[in-house]
């Protein structure tokens, strides 16, 4: 008998990688449900459509994203929904005798000093980046919340926590994407411009690691599909979330670079270094994960020529 599984979030870059995938899986019987079908925010709705699914396991992707304008701009909202969201489907797990559930995260987890690369035992060992504090305060709880359940009733609550992801599905809007669909974006009209030059930000020297978000998406099968007792050993009852990275960074130049190649721009790059550079270096600390037997099998030059594909089909909706 198949099992049911229950893709919380799949209209999102994560959550649609994870249905992509689970659609190949014959064992899996796939659920979805819109926003219009279902409101996560709604704890009766997210209850009853618990109660009535009969669902073995939840991939829980659903949250409320965004750059750091949008988190700086509405940092209520960021705390409050996220921890609704992750309450409701975590509580309506439990309620409804689901013993299996995935919580996704964020590595804006760890604090803003952190020793490089970011290991999971950083997490609650100093201050919080200001700008996306909420939001990070939220992803914190859920996966307190998944250790907690596991601690009191015995449930199988895994939570895991990606680095910088991108591909299909990305937001590519000017002015609130991240900075692999930014920068293409922007390398791609500079070249239809015929444009002389790409101004980019800062230096150039921050380093940043990146995820294909269908790497992303395997690593999390990988993870939920672990015997619990292989999870359990590679982890441990107040530490029991997995940083999911690529395992080596770029700087921001040598990005840029291989994104005007991508795109095929050939003016120059100019490097704005009034721009603030933002933290030096962010790369996780996998060998949890590694360790358990996944690795990440696109390369950055996959990957950008993956992601660049799929911004030339998304043009008529990206406008």
């Not at 700086?72 to 921890?83: K, M, S």
């Amino acid at each position: 008998m198949a099992k049911r599984v229950f893709v919380a979030g799949h209209r999102g870059m994560v959550g649609s990688a994870i249905t992509r995938q689970l659609r190949m899986d014959s064992s899996v019987e796939l659920l979805t449900a819109s926003r219009e079908e279902l409101d996560l925010e709604n704890q009766s709705d997210v209850q009853a459509f618990f109660a009535q699914q009969k669902i073995d396991e939840v991939y829980l992707a659903a949250a409320k994203v965004g750059g750091i304008h949008a988190n700086n701009t509405y940092p209520a909202d960021f705390i409050y929904r996220n921890l609704v969201i992750e309450t409701n489907v975590i509580g309506a797990a439990h309620n409804s005798d689901v013993q299996r559930l995935l919580f996704l995260g964020s590595s804006c987890i760890y604090p803003r000093a952190v020793e490089q690369p970011m290991s999971e035992t950083a997490l609650l060992t100093g201050v919080l980046e200001a700008t996306n504090e909420p939001y990070a305060i939220a992803k914190i709880a859920g996966i307190k919340i998944c250790e907690s359940f596991n601690r009191q009733f015995g449930r199988d609550y895994r939570s895991v926590m990606p680095t910088n992801l991108y591909g299909p599905g990305d937001n590519y809007h000017p002015e609130n994407s991240h900075v692999i669909p930014a920068l293409i974006r922007r390398f791609h009209e500079a070249k239809i411009a015929k444009a002389e030059e790409v101004v980019v930000w800062g230096s150039g020297q921050p380093r940043r690691e990146f995820l294909f978000v269908e790497d992303m998406a395997l690593a999390c099968i990988h993870v939920m599909n672990l015997g619990q007792d292989v999870y359990q050993s590679h982890t441990q009852d107040m530490c029991s979330h997995i940083n999911v990275g690529f395992g080596s960074d770029v700087t921001i130049c040598e990005l840029a670079t291989a994104i005007a190649q991508t795109t095929d721009y050939r003016g120059r790059i100019i490097f704005d270094t009034t721009r603030p550079d933002g933290t030096m270096r962010k790369l996780m600390n996998s060998d949890r994960l590694f360790s358990m037997g996944w690795k990440p099998t696109i390369d950055l030059k996959e990957g950008l020529r993956l992601a660049y594909k799929d911004f030339l089909e998304s043009i008529p909706r990206v406008g």
